[in-house]
């Protein structure tokens, strides 16, 4: 069986014919937010509804990293390479400084708490971008049962860290997203309301200009379940979760090819020693691929 369905002839000079998709670690409930850490070879990611966040390396497999994570989700690394990350249950995001104290780095917008910070990216001025959907406190499974206090955002926090901007508050749910190489393009997800079948979702692009974004147009809609969360790779392709695995979209908005996996996707990241190798969070375990494509942004 092949790990890899071509949609298009170039995607089968992204893929190496006899790299396996493995299976890493299994065992969990959800896993999300994956993130590598080059610097000390390992793999950090969250299991949600356990309250962790995980992490894997090569040589010792899997160990916890923190616990509680208060029902962390999302996670990139900032400028200075510190753990950036979106919690559920405490409705917040936050920074891990090298002497492992937290910093939170949000909590409210215009006095109001946010729903579940869900995704985050780290733009090469150092402000940061993050998702907030309401997932987390719609049940007691991925954080706490909560109020909806304000709708279903973007934000940005400025590279200097005091002020907070919403800057896109046009989605139903926005959920992944990422920042094209050249950053004059922001990929969001829309992964609609929870419970509605009819609900839009679809990869959108946005034009970013001075710390803002406009001009919202439809990118992608992937062909099975829901694209959740994506990584760029330099070239500009987005690599993006889906119901059957990873799929890869070209700039163009046009599918190349799939990564088939058995478990529903929900995030991936580039790492390893080239920046080749992607890690895929799927429902209950982890997977890696080596590729013959490289990473574009900050993992
Ligand atoms: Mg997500």
Partial sequence: MSFFEVH???????VLGNAPVKQLATGFDWVEGPVWFGDANCLLFSDIPNNKIMRWTPDAGISIYRQPSNF???HTRDLQGRLISCEHGTRRVTRTEYDGSITVIADSFEGKRFNSPND???KSDGSIWFSDPHYGIMTNYEGFKAEQEIPCNVYQISPDGQ??????TDMACPNGLAFSPDEKQLYVADTGAMFDENADRHIRCYDVANGSTSNGQHFHTVDAGASDGFRLDTDGNIWTSAADGVHCIN??????GKILVPELVSNVCFGGRAKQQLFITATTSIYAVNLNRQGAQTP
């Fill in 8 to 14: 298009d002839p170039i995607f089968s000079t992204y």
């Fill in 72 to 74: 962390s989700n999302g």
């Fill in 120 to 122: 985050v990216v780290v």
């Fill in 163 to 168: 002020s907070i901007d919403a800057v896109i």
């Fill in 251 to 256: 700039p163009d908005g046009k599918l190349l």
